[in-house]
């Protein structure tokens, strides 16, 4: 089993900065893709930025040049860096990975793919 916990988020004023951390924990072998997602009160839950294992990185057109994704594999940590923040950002911002865990009494290398609880984003204009 693999665990994803967000952390950072929180209120803050129009133009202003967070950062979100994404801590994952358990018997993990590695970790290839991370992301970051939003859902806002009324929309579909939509991708924000998204990193390769080889730090290659996309994001989506609406917060290009304002975040940057990043991410530390000794500290298993995914951070998303978010300066200019406009009100339309504000969301619950979730953490997802994938890769393999080792699972099982004989630990098995197996696929996994989690997502965090969370975290809360609001931005006042």
């Known amino acids: 089993q693999v665990q994803l916990v967000e952390s950072g988020g929180g209120l803050v004023q129009s133009g202003g900065s967070l950062r979100l951390s994404c801590a994952a924990s358990?018997?993990?072998?590695?970790?290839?893709?991370m992301a970051w997602y939003r859902q806002a009160p009324g929309k579909q839950r939509e991708l924000v930025a998204g990193?390769?294992?080889?730090?290659?990185?996309n994001y989506a057109d609406s917060v290009k040049g304002r975040f940057t994704i990043s991410r530390d594999d000794a500290k298993k940590t995914l951070y998303l860096q978010m300066n200019s923040l406009r009100p339309e950002d504000t969301a619950v911002y979730y953490c997802?990975?994938?890769?393999?865990?080792?699972?099982?009494?004989?630990?098995?290398?197996?696929?996994?793919?989690?997502w965090g609880p969370g975290t809360q984003v609001t931005v006042s204009s």
């Open positions: 997802y990975g994938n890769g393999t865990n080792l699972s099982g009494p004989f630990l098995r290398p197996r696929d996994f793919s989690s």
């Open positions: 358990g018997r993990l072998f590695s970790i290839n893709t």
């Open positions: 990193i390769t294992s080889g730090g290659n990185t």
